[in-house]
């Protein structure tokens, strides 16, 4: 269209001037600048037409290219709009001719319009920018007639049909194809108004009319039943837990809103019924003739520790026949674990402490110290699932009293013989070795006697192995220690013996009581230091 009135404009002007066109002629002038109008208001025309015919093609391209861009690029696309903005002023100022005008004396007036022009065209191509980082253009998606929402492209539907299908088989349970009815059609969108691949596969989900958004109810991560509204499945778990806050499921039980069947959808009563409902009922066995625990256990896959924990109080290895055994507890779908908190006291056991002490003999002990216990409170977690024996978890405690230790002396005093001699009595001496006058004759002494009261202690003068203890014609109660280095000690006249022939004893242990039997006068100790078979005066080894 531009060709042809630009040929009208040029066989007009060759009409009027002939073969040239002189240019001081006014009419030339004239002819030129109406040719030149022509021809602009025919570029412009053109221009809008090609831009009209394309803007819809090119658009949609344009936005996604430009929207996915780096930071930098956008800005160099910006100048490239400036640029280009300045270039179509100019091809406008040629197309309206001013190029053929001659004179310069408008100049000024003509730069500033183009100013005006390229800021005019900046603010536009800012507007565009702007517009383009919140818009895009998308694809509005029409599921059985009805539009679901926008996405960026088509291939996020695509992907999701075979996500969704694999959604829909878990939640119903049996294979499933999702196959809908789906067209597409382009817009303008904002960006926050597309769906990502979550958001189309929650839609096409719901398109399905046996599945929902529901409140559901899972076991370990089993949906197990579902509601409407929450607050169904909130009073049925009220009902088999009560208002007691100690309670709890032993199971992970969740309420949560998620897609679900609708089949799984429960009357609170209905749902009370399925979770108290028992998985297993308990088993009881009957003991045969001669039939022991082993064999039972092994029968019904236990351990003897199991069948023991399942029947405590059972002596396990006196069985009889007809006696009645537990092989399996009742085992409900939930189990209700109740949890208390407790508080009690108990005694604090004291510790015992040994001490040696080298004046008791070898394996012989004395209480120092008597031990007291204290008391402590105690706080602890009861712990019990399906009324069962609880099991308690000390949490803390706090000691009321503190224990008293006990402390015990131990002996660490030895029993071998020294190669010395201590007197065997702490009463003084009223006889001596030798010859003597007693019962009105005289005759000899092979002794010592020291006198005392009857119940004193009498002492082993030296360490060595009981030899003798017992009755001894004149002597009486009578004691011999052989010290093993060929000196024995004689003990006698005791009203008591204290020790037993074979017994090790240490110097200065008690082995007798002071007495008066045999030929006595009066209660003492007759002591003799014998040397190899031959009495020797004890006075002569005596300290």
């Not at 025919?42 to 996915?68: D, N, W």
């Not at 004396?105 to 800021?119: D, E, G, I």
């Not at 003897?304 to 085992?331: C, F, R, Y």
Request: net charge neutral; with cysteine; glycine share 8%.
């Amino acid at each position: 269209m531009a060709e042809t009135v630009l040929g009208h404009a040029s066989s007009r002007t060759r009409a009027l001037t002939g073969s040239y066109m002189p240019e001081k002629d006014a009419s030339c002038r004239a002819a030129s600048r109406e040719a030149a109008k022509r021809y602009g208001v025919a570029f412009r025309r053109a221009s809008r037409v090609v831009a009209l015919q394309t803007a819809r093609q090119r658009i949609a391209a344009f936005f996604a290219v430009f929207e996915k861009a780096a930071l930098p690029f956008r800005f160099l696309a910006t100048a490239f709009l400036y640029a280009a903005a300045g270039v179509a002023e100019g091809a406008r100022a040629v197309g309206r001719g001013k190029s053929f005008v001659l004179e310069r004396t408008k100049t000024s007036k003509k730069v500033n319009h183009t100013r005006l022009n390229m800021a005019l065209t900046f603010i536009a191509a800012g507007v565009l920018i702007f517009a383009a980082s919140i818009y895009r253009v998308g694809l509005e998606v029409i599921l059985d007639g009805e539009s679901i929402g926008y996405v960026s492209s088509q291939s996020i539907v695509n992907n999701s049909l075979s996500v969704v299908s694999e959604r829909a088989e878990a939640i119903l349970g049996h294979p499933y194809v999702v196959s809908p009815d789906i067209r597409y059609r382009f817009s303008i969108v904002s960006k926050n108004n597309l769906f990502d691949s979550k958001g189309v596969e929650d839609s096409l989900l719901n398109s399905i009319s046996d599945i929902d958004r529901l409140a559901v109810l899972t076991v370990d991560g089993v949906a197990v039943a579902a509601a409407r509204h929450p607050s169904e499945l909130y009073a049925a778990r009220e009902m088999i837990l009560g208002s007691d806050a100690t309670k709890r499921f032993l199971q992970d039980v969740r309420i949560e809103s998620q897609m679900a069947s609708v089949t799984l959808i429960r009357t609170p009563e209905e749902l009370t019924r399925d979770l108290t409902r028992l998985m297993r009922d308990e088993i009881r066995v009957t003991v045969l003739e001669n039939q022991t625990a082993f064999e039972i256990a092994a029968e019904h896959g236990l351990s003897l520790q199991a069948l023991g924990e399942l029947n405590p109080g059972t002596d396990l290895e006196a069985l009889s026949a007809g006696q009645s055994l537990l092989v399996q507890k009742a085992k409900p779908y939930l189990s209700v674990v109740l949890t208390k908190q407790l508080s009690y006291q108990q005694p604090v056991l004291y510790e015992t402490e040994y001490t040696d002490d080298p004046t008791l003999w070898v394996g012989t002990t004395m209480l120092i110290t008597e031990g007291v216990n204290g008391e402590e409170l105690v706080m602890a977690t009861s712990t019990s699932v399906d009324g069962y024996e609880p099991t308690v978890e000390v949490n803390g405690s706090i000691i009321l009293t503190e224990p008293v230790t006990e402390v015990i002396a131990v002996g660490s005093r030895t029993r071998d013989t020294t190669g010395t001699f201590i007197r065997p009595s702490k009463g003084r001496q009223t006889s001596g070795f030798g010859r003597r006058k007693i019962w009105g004759s005289y005759s000899n002494h092979f002794g010592l006697d020291f006198e005392g009261r009857i119940g004193d202690p009498v002492y082993a003068s030296d360490g060595g192995v009981v030899k003798y203890a017992s009755w001894k014609d004149a002597y009486g109660n009578c004691v011999i220690i052989d010290h093993g280095n060929g000196y024995q000690t004689v003990y006698g006249h005791n009203s008591k013996i204290l020790v037993e022939v074979g017994q090790r004893v240490g110097q200065g242990e008690e082995i007798a009581k002071v007495g008066n039997t045999g030929r006595s006068t009066g209660p003492h100790v007759h002591f003799e230091i014998v040397l190899n078979g031959v009495q020797k005066n004890p006075a002569n080894y005596l300290d």
